[in-house]
C-alpha cells in the first residue's frame, strides 16, 4: 500500500467516524422531540433517529450512508403533550441514550487513531523527502 493510499484510508476512516458522531449527537439532542402517534401512513412529526450503515470499498476506504432507525418510534405515555391520541400516547424517538454514549466514544476512538496515523504517514514522507533532498 503507497502512502497516498494510505492517506485515502485515514482520511474515509475518519470521515466516517465524524459522520457517526454527528448522527448520534443529532439523536441525542432530539431525544425528547415526541409527535403525534403515527397515523396509517406512518406519518408522524417525531424526531426520526438516524443510524449509520458503513461498508468497506475495494481500494481499503470506507463509505457511510444516513438510514432512519426502525422502528424509528416508541410509545410514551404523556397525556399532558398537545400530541397526545385519546389514550394519552406520543410517538418518542427510538433513541437508547446509553448505547448513543457509546457510539460517540466509539468514534471519537476510532477519530484519534486515524488522525494518529496519518501523522505517522505524514513523517514517513517527510524522511523520504529529506532523504532525497
Avoid at 408522524?44 to 475495494?58: E, F, G, I
Avoid at 432512519?68 to 427510538?94: E, F, I
Amino acid at each position: 500500500m503507497s502512502l497516498t493510499s494510505s492517506i485515502s484510508t485515514l482520511l474515509s476512516g475518519m470521515n466516517a467516524a465524524a459522520t457517526r458522531l454527528s448522527a448520534s449527537a443529532s439523536n441525542v439532542a432530539n431525544v425528547q422531540t415526541t409527535g403525534p402517534v403515527p397515523d396509517a401512513n406512518g406519518a408522524s412529526t417525531a424526531y426520526k433517529p438516524l443510524d449509520v450503515r458503513q461498508s468497506a470499498l475495494d481500494n481499503g476506504t470506507v463509505t457511510t450512508s444516513l438510514t432512519t432507525r426502525n422502528p424509528a418510534y416508541d410509545l410514551q405515555y404523556q397525556p399532558g403533550s398537545p400530541d397526545a391520541n385519546a389514550d394519552g400516547m406520543v410517538a418518542a424517538p427510538n433513541v437508547d441514550l446509553a448505547g448513543e454514549i457509546t457510539d460517540q466514544l466509539t468514534a471519537k476512538i476510532s477519530y484519534e487513531a486515524a488522525a494518529k496515523s496519518m501523522k505517522v504517514v505524514n513523517d514517513m514522507q517527510q524522511q523520504t523527502i529529506d532523504m532525497v533532498s
